[in-house]
């Protein structure tokens, strides 16, 4: 609904959502409906004793064009 309504909107070129990545199913919902993972989510963290902690969330877009500039979560 929400990207039909986007479409409507002239300029409009995505829509964007947040995901927990703790919540595998909705992140699994968003990446079949199309939504793949913005360049600007924020990046892994390195701690001072050099542990790596992933953000607990991603930003989703979905281009509502098919020339889409962003990668997919599969093309990681």
């Known amino acids: 609904m929400l990207e039909a309504v986007a479409e409507k909107i002239p300029g409009t070129e995505k829509v964007m959502l947040t995901c ?19 360049e600007f989510s924020p990046p892994p963290r390195i701690l001072r004793n050099g542990a790596i902690v992933e953000s607990e969330y991603v930003w989703k877009p979905k281009l509502l064009y098919r020339d889409a500039p962003f990668r997919r979560a599969e093309e990681e």
């Open 20 to 38: 927990f990545r703790s919540n595998e199913k909705a992140m699994a919902f968003y990446e079949k409906m199309g939504y793949g993972k913005d």
